[in-house]
């Protein structure tokens, strides 16, 4: 298994600016999310989805965008990037069927600056 | 915002016991008690989890007091690799998979 994967690692973008980050896994787990962590912070949670065609809001919404076509796929959309957004991303999933306490897996992050 | 209080940073000498506390004052019955870490930025990690037993794997211990409202994640024998952030977190499990995070503690392993 590869686990959860992103691409891009690093993205450069400047204001104003649209682009999709995005988040695969392998696993079929009906749970994803995507988190940002801003320096010296933890992680805050932006989105999630409880599997294909089901989105909902985290704590920090606006600005992005997100669908669930596939089980495997949940891409992070920017419309209009901007400084404020700059941030490191990390998407996670698990399962949903299994154990409640199953854990989340997290990939290895995309670091995204906004000039 | 966090239910969780930890210190913001300790220190530990390589091979000696990491001992790192978390406050949870407030943790209802149903909640567990999780551990995740984050090495340089890379991807938080899952350490372990417990709800009211002291729990064992092969990464760590957990140390839950009777009364829930604390607990402590013990590295036995800590490595250089070992130093990362750590993040004490409570859910419910059930269907509230969302996770929330505090600032952690940076536990720095030293030489």
């Known amino acids: 298994n590869a686990g959860v994967t992103q691409t891009p690692k690093f993205q450069v973008l400047k204001t104003g600016q649209s682009m999709t980050l995005q988040c695969a896994q392998d696993?079929?787990?009906?749970?994803m999310s995507w988190y940002r962590q801003d320096p010296g912070m933890g992680l805050r949670l932006i989105h999630y989805s409880v599997g294909a065609g089901i989105t909902d809001q985290g704590e920090v919404p606006n600005g992005y965008n997100v669908s669930r076509s596939t089980t495997e796929d949940f891409p992070l959309r920017l419309l209009s990037a901007a400084p404020s957004q700059t941030s490191v991303y990390f998407c996670a999933s698990r399962r949903t069927s299994g154990s409640s306490t199953d854990t989340q897996y997290f990939g290895p992050g995309t670091r995204l600056t906004v000039l | 915002d966090a239910k969780t209080t930890q210190p913001p940073s300790m220190d530990c000498a390589e091979g000696r016991a990491a001992n790192l506390p978390c406050n949870h004052s407030t943790i209802s019955g149903n909640e567990y008690v999780y551990w995740y870490r984050q090495i340089h930025s890379q991807g938080p990690q899952y350490i372990i989890h417990g709800l009211k037993n002291n729990e064992t794997n092969e990464m760590a211990s957990l140390i839950i007091t009777e009364d829930r409202k604390s607990s402590t994640l013990i590295l036995p024998h800590a490595t250089l690799r070992d130093t990362a952030v750590y993040y004490c977190?409570?859910?419910?499990?059930?269907?509230?998979?969302?996770?929330?995070f505090g600032k952690g503690t940076l536990l720095t392993v030293n030489p």
């Open positions: 977190i409570v859910n419910d499990g059930g269907s509230n998979y969302k996770l929330t």
């Open positions: 696993m079929n787990h009906e749970y």
